[in-house]
């Protein structure tokens, strides 16, 4: 591709400066053009690191000359207000997972984006690491035989160091904490490995950070005989992990997602270490190339709001105590 796409940048600090803004520079085919950041000094750091012009708001920074694309990389619940205004600027819309907090607000953006026949990409990355795709090669080939089962598990000690007013410290801006920000990358892989989620049971506590909640477990139903357990912490060493079992077989993604191993009925071993890296550059070059005409995108916006449903669905039903069906979350999809 020999012209970068020109993005403007909703979200300069936090996750974007420290991992976003490098993976788009090693990528080699994002430029940042413009950038909004409520916070001044994170909107001047990507300015010099870009070259970037840095606006006083995010309508003014989608609307920018010369602005393509837009990347959402600021909190949740901003998330589909950016996402609307870039639409309708024309703009196509790479936004960090979750698509939002609700699955109405995600399929709010997916119909903005197909009204302005225009790109919604969501950031769920974990599916692209090579030990989760040896995962949905075993089940794919037969070699688990038939699903049944999967144990999924994302924790780390973030609540340890959560200031008071940080918005993942506001149920508001960040309901089921764990489960939202760092689980939902497992929720996703699930959703790959097995297709929609149908139904969904939760409890919900607190353990360090006393204004939301920091231990999630949830029950996940896809479709029969197949059940997910997703268990996130945010208050915990750090615990990255996937356990599939099928009829012959079970497949297993460790040590922070660089180890695959599989391990057959008669305890045949097969085992594979990857090197550690996250594959975020390899998302922003698909992002960027479908922006150029390149193939559809595969964690579209419908891939965005399932996984962003079993959130919302985990919080139901651990604050009503049932199981949740996910067609109470999801229609028209």
């Known amino acids: 591709m020999a012209d970068k796409v020109q993005i403007a940048l909703l979200g300069c600090g936090g996750f974007s400066g420290s991992h976003a803004q490098p993976a788009m520079a090693e990528c080699g085919l994002i430029q940042v053009v413009a950038c909004y950041d409520p916070g001044r000094e994170a909107a001047r750091q990507a300015s010099e690191q870009w070259g970037a012009r840095v606006c006083d708001s995010a309508e003014e920074a989608v609307r920018a000359d010369g602005v393509e694309a837009v990347a959402v990389m600021g909190p949740n619940d901003v998330h589909r207000e950016q996402a609307e205004a870039a639409f309708a600027a024309g703009r196509h819309v790479f936004v960090e997972k979750p698509i939002a907090n609700t699955a109405a607000d995600g399929m709010a ?41 999967a144990e999924a598990h994302f924790s780390h000690a973030g609540g340890k160091h959560l200031a008071a007013d940080a918005w993942r410290a506001d149920p508001a801006q960040c309901p089921g904490l764990p489960l939202n920000v760092i689980g939902v990358h497992l929720v996703d892989v699930l959703n790959m490995l097995f297709g929609p989620p149908r139904r969904v049971a939760a409890i919900h506590r607190r353990a360090i950070v006393p204004t939301n909640d920091d231990c999630t477990a949830t029950l996940v139903a896809y479709d029969p005989p197949v059940a997910a357990t997703v268990m996130s912490h945010y ?38 270490e990857h090197a550690e890296k996250l594959s975020l550059g390899e998302e922003f070059a698909v992002f960027a190339r479908a922006v150029r005409g390149g193939a559809p995108v595969e964690t579209d916006g419908r891939a965005g709001v399932y996984a962003a449903a079993v959130t919302e669905a985990s919080i139901l039903s651990a604050r009503e105590g049932r199981f949740v069906d996910i067609e109470e979350i999801v229609t028209g999809l």
């Open 109 to 149: 953006m997916v119909r903005a984006a197909d009204r302005a026949g225009r790109i919604l990409m969501v950031g769920h990355h974990t599916r692209r690491l090579a030990p989760f795709r040896r995962v949905a090669e075993a089940l794919a080939s037969g070699k688990l035989g038939r699903p049944v089962c």
């Open 235 to 272: 208050c915990t060493p750090h615990v990255h992990e996937l356990r599939v079992l099928g009829t012959e077989g079970v497949a297993e993604v460790h040590r922070g997602g660089t180890v695959y191993e599989f391990r057959s009925e008669s305890g045949d071993v097969q085992r594979e």
